[in-house]
């Protein structure tokens, strides 16, 4: 009964082959022999083939004979001519196809016609198989040995061409331009995947084809005990209940599996796996074993699972645990707490960072305190003249809050033109020297401040010394709203526009609030004793004059 069906198998193939035959033969009034057998050639995607005519005959014709290349479809569109074009990537020159930079599409039968006369052709069948990635499919011939042996570079068979040979992916030294590796003393050590890798020109550009073969020693003495790779002992899963899991298993024996080996799943101490589906395959000396749960369970998370390993000798075991996944609420919980509380420390940190500037300076300062010959901390200009009523009752205003908060509060010592001067001193000399004297200006703007004030020549003192000579700082304080700068000197206008003014409003007169925090922070470094004078001097006789 197996014969017969043997034989059955045979004449459907030698059928289905013949009718793949008549199919593409059908395009030509000429019927080819076909004397060889088809043959196969293996590829790499990106690698380029240089493919000669089966046939040695074939091959050595190009001159008397012509070729004709053809890749099989389908039986709808049976033969599908490649061109002459060396512009194309796929095409044929005489005897010789070229597939360059290989892609799976190239993958399928090809046609060499060859009219060896008029009248007369042969047609030779090669299967180019193009693979995406290495595997042992790709391996030609397992060469078997017990001594010294010479491994022939599978490709690039009739041509010019350099060689690089690898043992496992790895480079052979020494071993350049050689066509056909030797290995001397082989041994088990010898054992392994040997890839040559030619490169050839083609039309100027180098392109590259390689081949790979096995090399494996059979010694019948020689044994070798279980090695899991897959997995680790003790090793533990993360899953979910309900969800559905796949334990994998990956055993190595050797280089060849013995008959009497086997890997297989157990739970808890027991050999038996009812309600659960187990999967093996054997590849490369290794067998591989797949445990499917479809639902994993409470008592699968509270179960021992074993993937045990067999030889003739021995018994070996690792075993593997599930774990419920945790949950992820309180680390997104425990995230949002860190933001909130990073967003908060921001905050506060940039609301009380002129607080903590300031003091952080008062202690540098005392740390390292250095005298600069200075006598006043800031020189006041402002316009004391030529004021409506309002504005000059917020000057009024402001005056006393500047030389209570600074002066009496602070203990700053300032410079207040009119009330520091002494009778009978020369003016222009006066301002010039104070000014010299002064580590800031404090320039204060109104709507009536400009050129015509009887304070311009301290503005244009002042003005010069900060910009040309920028000996001195400035810190401008603006008294109520204005609608534009335009009115102001070209100077403060060029201050304006590299520093905005700080706004001083009604009833602002606490020492704790922003704004006069702000112009501490820009006034010098206070000094580490109050001035005695302002202590002690009534704020009725420290009024500014207006």
Not at 122 to 129: L, S
Not at 487 to 492: A, I, Q, S
Not at 538 to 546: A, D, K, N, T
């Amino acid at each position: 009964m197996m014969m017969m069906k043997k034989r059955m198998l045979q004449m459907i193939l030698l059928l289905s082959d013949c009718v793949l035959v008549s199919s593409y033969q059908s395009n030509s009034t000429v019927l080819c022999e076909r004397p060889d057998r088809r043959r196969t050639r293996k590829v790499r995607a990106g690698e380029s083939l240089y493919l000669l005519c089966p046939n040695n005959s074939c091959q050595k014709g190009t001159e008397n004979g012509s070729y004709d290349w053809f890749k099989y479809l389908n039986r709808t569109i049976p033969l599908e001519p490649i061109g002459t074009e060396e512009s194309e990537r796929v095409h044929y020159h005489h005897s010789a196809l070229y597939i360059l930079w290989s892609t799976l599409n190239d993958t399928g039968l090809y046609i060499t016609r060859w009219w060896y006369e008029e009248d007369k052709c042969d047609e030779y069948e090669t299967d180019i198989v193009v693979y995406e990635e290495f595997s042992s499919e790709l391996l030609y011939e397992t060469a078997t040995e017990q001594k010294a042996t010479k491994i022939n570079c599978p490709v690039c068979e009739h041509q010019q061409a350099t060689f690089l040979w690898y043992k496992n992916f790895s480079l052979i030294p020494n071993q350049e331009s050689v066509k056909d590796l030797l290995i001397r003393n082989s041994s088990k050590e010898s054992e392994g995947i040997y890839t040559c890798v030619c490169t050839w020109e083609h039309n100027g550009i180098k392109h590259n084809s390689s081949g790979s073969r096995r090399l494996t020693f059979t010694e019948s003495s020689l044994s070798f005990s279980p090695e899991f790779i897959l997995p680790v002992n003790n090793s533990v899963v993360i899953t979910d209940v309900g969800a559905e899991l796949i334990l994998q298993c990956s055993v190595s024996f050797g280089p060849n599996v013995c008959k009497r080996c086997s890997i297989y799943w157990g739970r808890n101490k027991m050999s038996g796996m009812d309600g659960y589906k187990q999967e093996n395959r054997k590849q490369d000396g290794t067998i591989q074993s797949f445990l499917n749960i479809t639902r994993v369970s409470e008592l699968d998370l509270r179960s021992e699972f074993r993937c045990i390993a067999k030889d003739p000798y021995k018994v070996v075991f690792v075993s593997v645990t599930l774990k419920r996944q945790a949950s992820v609420c309180p680390v997104i919980l425990a995230c949002m707490c860190t933001f909130l509380l990073v967003l908060a420390l921001g905050g506060i940190v940039k609301w009380f960072s002129l607080d903590l500037m300031l003091f952080l300076r008062e202690v540098f300062f005392k740390l390292n305190r250095k005298e600069d010959g200075k006598l006043y901390d800031a020189y006041v200009i402002c316009q004391r003249n030529n004021l409506d009523e309002t504005t000059g009752q917020t000057v009024s205003d402001f005056a006393g809050s500047l030389l209570t908060v600074l002066e009496r509060y602070y203990g700053f010592k300032l410079f207040i033109h009119g009330r520091d001067d002494l009778p009978g001193e020369d003016c222009m000399n006066l301002i010039e020297t104070k000014i010299q004297l002064s580590r800031r200006l404090i320039i204060i703007l109104t709507p009536e401040t400009g050129t015509s004030s009887p304070a311009a020549y301290d503005l244009q003192v002042g003005l010069h010394q900060a910009l040309v000579q920028g000996d001195t700082g400035v810190i401008l304080i603006q008294l109520g709203q204005m609608q534009d700068y335009t009115h102001l000197p070209l100077g403060l206008q060029h201050l304006l526009c590299k520093s905005s003014p700080l706004v001083w409003r009604d009833g602002e007169s606490s020492p704790s609030s922003r704004f006069w925090k702000r112009v501490r922070y820009r006034m010098p470094v206070a000094p580490s004793h109050q001035w005695s004078s302002a202590k002690n001097t009534p704020l009725e006789c420290q009024r500014l004059p207006v």
